[in-house]
């Protein structure tokens, strides 16, 4: 086979594995574990809740505080996965690819404390019997 032909291979197997633009991630493409979602669950059955305006407003806060950190957090984390992954296939240094890597692993492990603050914030805003039956929502889904 000439060189040519077996690039042409090689490329299209890996674009095959890693497409460019992927339509959606793998649950745990941002979360060292899988993440435990309560947020949209409690935005869906809000008023099996009775969520108090206090509590209403509180939860917008932590909705826009999160997000502000998430979204830029989520496109570092898409970058550095599609350049840990270009630069697995390319470069002969593992030591550099072991260290892209440990930089992605800890951008994961930020992503998912950030599901563990909410969750924490959750507790706190929630009374006790209102985040049990959020729980009981959420095992039930």
């Not at 745990?28 to 669950?41: D, N």
């Not at 999160?66 to 240094?93: A, Q, S």
């Not at 998912?112 to 914030?121: A, E, G, K, R």
């Amino acid at each position: 086979m000439k060189p040519v032909k077996i690039l042409t291979v090689v490329l299209l197997l890996v674009n095959f594995a890693f497409p460019a633009t992927q339509e959606k991630y793998c649950s745990t493409h941002y979360y060292i574990a899988e993440p435990i979602k309560l947020m949209p669950i409690l935005l869906k059955h809000y008023r099996e809740l009775n969520l108090t305006p206090e509590q209403k407003e509180e939860i917008k806060k932590l909705i826009h505080t999160i997000k502000t950190k998430i979204i830029p957090l989520d496109k570092r984390i898409n970058f550095l996965t599609e350049k840990v992954r270009r630069d697995m296939l390319t470069l002969d240094n593992k030591i550099l690819v072991e260290g892209e890597m440990r930089v992605l692993a800890n951008l994961k492990v930020e992503r998912s404390l950030y599901n563990y603050i909410c969750i924490q914030t959750l507790k706190r805003i929630l009374t006790k019997s209102q985040f049990l039956k959020l729980l009981e929502i959420y095992k039930n889904q």
